[in-house]
């Protein structure tokens, strides 16, 4: 089954940039998404078909997208920023939405 | 405002069956995809399955649940369902159920989603 690999954290200090990548074979045909986290709540979506922000996404959430790996961006980390986020995406046949490993996001 | 509310979860024996229901409100139902996504406890998310906007629309499962589980929706009754069967340890999770977005068919992510409810399967 297809999979989507992400680091499983992140550890940054407020006000400076965290990365997230994931990897997947089938990225460079399909559109990632990415979804915060926080604990006890439900997922939010924070990126949509690689780099596009919902209204209301703090536009200091960014994506990108290179071959086979998209990469969320948080710049100037806040303290609220911290939680797991997940890439999600579709296999090749376009049929089937797996989640990514999942990260997560300390801040120090 | 865009409400989805889960219901339906419970503990069950394996093997057992329990259905799922997804109430939606503040939307128009008919017009979006839905999905139910899983959180195994101390777990990463699960896609499920998902179900395109017309009541018996195109729907997709993970590997794990297909021949078991069955996502159907109601759009009179603006609710969707997910029927599972022969549950087993491995199901056990908090399920969520999410509207998928789409433009001109294309899926623009998961944009609300429900608060969850929990299935935990023991004997």
């Known amino acids: 089954s297809y999979e989507l690999t992400q680091p499983p954290s992140v550890s940054v200090s407020p006000g400076q940039t965290a990365r997230i990548t994931c990897s997947g074979d089938?990225?460079?045909?399909?559109?990632a998404y990415w979804y915060q986290q926080k604990a006890g709540q439900a997922p939010l979506l924070l990126i949509y078909k690689d780099t596009e922000r919902p209204s209301g996404i703090p536009e200091r959430f960014s994506g990108s997208s290179s071959g086979t790996t998209v990469t969320l961006t948080i710049s100037g980390v806040q303290s609220e920023d911290e939680a797991d986020y997940y890439c999600?995406?579709?296999?090749?046949?376009?049929?089937?939405?797996?989640f990514g490993t999942g990260t997560k996001v300390t801040v120090l | 405002e865009v409400q989805l509310v889960e219901s339906g979860g419970s503990v069950v024996r394996p093997g057992g069956s329990l259905r799922l229901s997804c109430a939606a409100s503040?939307?128009?139902?008919?017009?979006?995809?839905m999905s139910w996504v899983r959180q195994a406890p101390g777990k990463g998310l699960e896609w499920v399955s998902g179900i395109d906007w017309m009541n018996g629309g195109r729907t997709g499962y993970t590997d794990t649940v297909k021949g078991r589980f069955t996502i159907s929706r109601d759009n009179a009754k603006n609710t969707l369902y997910l029927q599972m069967n022969s549950l087993t340890a491995e199901d056990t999770a908090l399920y969520y159920c999410?509207?998928?977005?789409?433009?001109?068919?294309?899926?623009?992510?998961?944009?609300?989603w429900g608060q969850g409810t929990r299935v935990t399967v023991s004997s």
């Open positions: 089938a990225l460079p045909k399909q559109y």
């Open positions: 999410a509207r998928d977005k789409y433009s001109s068919s294309h899926y623009l992510g998961s944009d609300y």
């Open positions: 503040g939307f128009t139902f008919d017009e979006y995809g």
């Open positions: 999600q995406s579709a296999d090749s046949t376009g049929s089937h939405y797996v």
